[in-house]
Nanobody
Framework: QVQLVESGGGLVQAGGSLRLSCAAS????????MAWYRQAPGKQRDLVAS???????NYADSVKGRFTISRDNAKNTVYLQMNSLKPEDTAVYYC????????????WGQGTQVTVSS
């Protein structure tokens, strides 16, 4: 049973925009905080943004003012609108449910590759 499916990545020039989507199973999505993470080659996976079930959001300093996380509770889907992209945003992006302590709720999906050219 697939729990998390990310999509929407691609190749974009610096300054461009992409919108990522993540379809999650109800057991992960419903009533839980959802988050986007990213992992660049040779680096650890880092938290990018999170959104609670009530819609409160948090962002990594590196993406504040450029990225917007949102969720559609009727579709069990979380989105990441990425504007003013920079080459350093290049990474594989993943989503997951997130609980107190930073633990995740599901097995990692395949992620979606975002590549920003300079």
């Amino acid at each position: 049973q697939v729990q998390l499916v990310e999509s929407g990545g691609g190749l974009v020039q610096a300054g461009g925009s992409l919108r990522l989507s993540c379809a999650a199973s109800g057991s992960i999505f419903s009533g839980n905080t959802m988050a986007w993470y990213r992992q660049a080659p040779g680096k650890q996976r880092d938290l990018v943004a999170s959104i609670t079930s009530g819609g409160s959001t948090n962002y990594a300093d590196s993406v504040k003012g450029r990225f917007t996380i949102s969720r559609d509770n009727a579709k069990n889907t979380v989105y990441l609108q990425m504007n003013s992209l920079k080459p350093e945003d290049t990474a594989v992006y993943y989503c997951n449910g997130r609980v107190v302590g930073g633990l995740v709720l599901g097995s990692w999906g395949q992620g979606t590759q975002v590549t920003v050219s300079s």
